[in-house]
């Protein structure tokens, strides 16, 4: 059965840091195409990042040169370190699978709440 | 690639036939995929690639379009549809989201 738990989430002062674990179980991270999703409170979903089997790896603008998606094998564990936070990175973020021969995200965690305010 | 739901919100009757519209701001093929997120839980695929709908769906979800232009269909609205739609778009390398549609039940 595939599952996917995160953890970290928290209250961070604003400048602050935080890193987001999710761990896999069920597949292997490292041959998926695997993301983070987040979610302000009331807003809709906004994608974030995606790191390819590859390793290849891509952002939303607004997180560019902040946010860094990584992944480690021997855990079976997707990462975000997020730096220099800000108000407006405030949501719950999931992490999330994408099916590469369908094209769409199929597998969700339950997500973990990033507060950022002082 | 922007993406345009409308309505941003509806309310309906069950047994009613509801419609939610997606646009793109530029063509991304069948590659259109929508989601139903009920309030506190993570969202879930109804629909892939524009018109296949997901293992488990009802059957009363359906999906058209291709290009720029796309609609859900929920044939008959059920109180278990109370939620939130989204689309999104997997045409390109930054995976965009609608704003939403929120459906109530009346």
């Known amino acids: 059965e595939v599952q996917l738990v995160e953890s970290g989430g928290g209250l961070v002062q604003p400048g602050g840091s935080l890193r987001l674990s999710c761990a896999a179980s069920g597949f292997t991270v490292s041959t998926n195409y695997m993301n983070w999703v987040r979610q302000a409170p009331g807003r809709g979903l906004e994608w974030v990042s995606l790191?390819?089997?590859?390793?290849?790896?891509y952002y939303t603008d607004s997180v560019k040169g902040r946010f860094t998606i990584s992944r480690d094998n021997s855990k079976n564990t997707l990462y975000l370190q997020m730096n220099s936070l800000r108000a407006e990175d405030t949501a719950v973020y999931y992490c999330?699978?994408?099916?590469?021969?369908?094209?769409?995200?199929?597998?969700w965690g339950q997500g973990t709440l990033v507060t950022v305010s002082s | 690639i922007q993406m345009t739901q409308s309505p941003s919100s509806l309310s309906a009757s069950v047994g009613d036939r509801v419609t939610i519209t997606c646009r793109a701001s530029?063509?991304?093929?069948?590659?259109l995929n929508w989601y139903q997120q009920r309030s506190g839980k993570a969202p879930k695929v109804l629909i892939f690639g524009a018109s296949s709908l997901q293992s488990g769906v009802p059957s009363r979800f359906s999906g058209s379009g291709s290009g720029t232009h796309f609609t859900l269909t929920i044939s008959s609205l059920q109180p278990e549809d109370s939620a939130t739609y989204y689309c999104?778009?997997?045409?390109?390398?930054?995976?965009?989201f609608g704003g939403g549609t929120k459906v109530e039940i009346k």
């Open positions: 999104q778009e997997s045409d390109g390398t930054l995976l965009t």
């Open positions: 530029q063509s991304v093929s069948y590659y």
């Open positions: 999330v699978r994408y099916d590469t021969s369908d094209y769409y995200f199929d597998f």
């Open positions: 790191i390819y089997s590859s390793g290849t790896t």
